[in-house]
């Protein structure tokens, strides 16, 4: 099992960070799986996660240039590796003037990423800084606990609204309840709701408008026989929500969500080189 | 120096008025000396045949406030004025403000004990002179909450900075970091090869930003694990000195110090082309030596038997609980020494400390 990757374009490396910073606040701790073409980060909806769960990958080829791997096996070429991602964000966060930052699965005394940042100095050589930063190999007995999530059987799908307004919103609506309600429907209409003793607060969106899912063997619900006007919603903890805008600081190319009425809310945003998906529990 | 302690000591010499702080687990101390041309008025008063200079410390927090907004302030004050009044028991800041204003602030002090921490930088093995920039940039790779960090010397000249994981700390959990700064970077560079010490990051902190700003060079005395570590700053009205403890390593005193056990990683080559790789190859082959300085798990004992506490009767012995990591824990660090300076025939606190190193630090 080897990995080694390296970057050397500053806006590669900036946007790799971004994306990690994204992950910070989604996930303590993580499921890296690479594969030759992609990475990927992984939080499965354990009960640990509060039950949300996450899915994000990207492809190699658009921020690293050299790119590396060999799986645990022919027939397995992946590596799954559990890791704490504050650690890489960290490493990374002061490397944005970096030379070049060179990735490395090691196993000295314990597996470790190894992120070696050369870093331009005033010397004839150039400075270099290490971080290992510990990992944990998941055996492949263990790797059907990390499959992607299926697109769940949705009642409304809808654009979100402008992700930094969203953000402001449910910032403020957190001070005031731990529980938020989303609903939307088919006529890109959209509520966010809190209510507790002493108040409530709705925030209404419109002409979000709906993604125009095609039907496949007539099982999307969200297709014929719904009504337009009528609103599916969940409750969901209101801090995974916030946690998810905040790691926002690109607007996506897309950004929409699936609502399953009082089950789960499905997010997806789209950037041109990264996609995440990330599922929202609904409180009973 | 708030960094540093909750009180803050004057002292005015002949040679200057002098700040000082120290922590609650005397492991760490700080010194600056202000010489009289930095004052447009420096009068430290006279000390007669049975009396010294006199001296005192007032909290920090008061003292502070009484600075507190610095951009106002250059605005409005015209000039300040110290002036101690031993008999009214008041040390007093007088700021003469612009439109004839004029703030008084009469902070309480206390009379204390001579505050000096023992150390000699002449003994040091090892010295490195850097300007506070390149320093500033190093430390900026380690996380604000890290405790201790470990500077070593390697080969080829090259100096390492790297985070102290200490032995409760589960290696396979704890990430690593580590920089390796070439010798050109620094001013000097007169090393002992294969040395390292462990101290706090925080007071260091501290120091290097007052350095940054006042965009002086940085120079670095230390000698074995155990030894306090002393960081100066020089100019032509300002001296500052720094002292801190660093972390014992009994495992390494057995071993001679220009032994590998106790050196790190090989340093990288000088070529960078594409040898990152052949220096992380070099990385994963060496053996044993990337776990840093040997964890000693062992009660602290200083080799020298004289009681390390000072008795300094004003001195309250608080630990700071939950304090931010900057204060050594009491097992691991050795108390800096104190040595309580009296002067013959003056009735006092009855301390019986025997000084065993005396202090002959240039610091008057």
Redesign the interface.
Known sequence: MRFRAKIVDLACLNHFSRIINTIVKLAKTCILRLTVCKLYFILSDKVANGGASMWCELSQGNFFDEFQMEGVAAEHNEIYLEF?PE?LW??LK?AQSAK?V?I?L?N???PCL?V?V?LP??????????????VGVIPRRMWNDFREPSMPDFDVSIYLPVLKTMKSVVERMKNLSNFIVIEANLSGEMNLKIETDLVSVTTHFKDLGNPPWASEDGCQSSGQGRDLESMAEACIDIKKLQQLLAGQQVNPTKALCNIVHKRIVHFILLHEEVSLQYFIPAIA | LSRIGDELYLEPTESGLSLRAVNSSRSAFAAFLFAPLFFQLYEPGSAGPDTELFRCKVHMKSFLGVFRSLPSLEKSVGKCLILLKPRASRLVLQLHCKHGVTKTHNLAFQECERLQAVFDTQRCASRLCAPARLLAEAV??F?PTLAEVTLGTGTGGRISLRNYVEDEAE???????????????FQSVAVAPGSHITFCLKEFRGLLSFAEAANLPLTIHFDEPGRPVIFTLDDTVLEVHLVLATLSDLDSSSQCPSTNGVSHLPA?P???GDD?ES??AA??TSEGC??GPPSPTFPLRTPQPAKSKPQQQQQEEEEEEGAVPGTPPHKKFRSLFFGSVMTPGRPGPATTQEVLAEDSDGES
């Open positions: 704490v650690n960290r490493a002061t070049a060179k490395k090691t000295k005394h314990c190894r070696a050369e100095s005033l010397s004839s050589s150039s400075r270099i800084v290490t971080h290992d930063i510990p | 900026v790779h996380p290696p396979s959990k704890t990430m690593v970091t580590e920089l390796w700064l070439a010798e050109d970077e990288p000088d070529d960078f990152l220096y992380m990385m994963e990337s776990e």
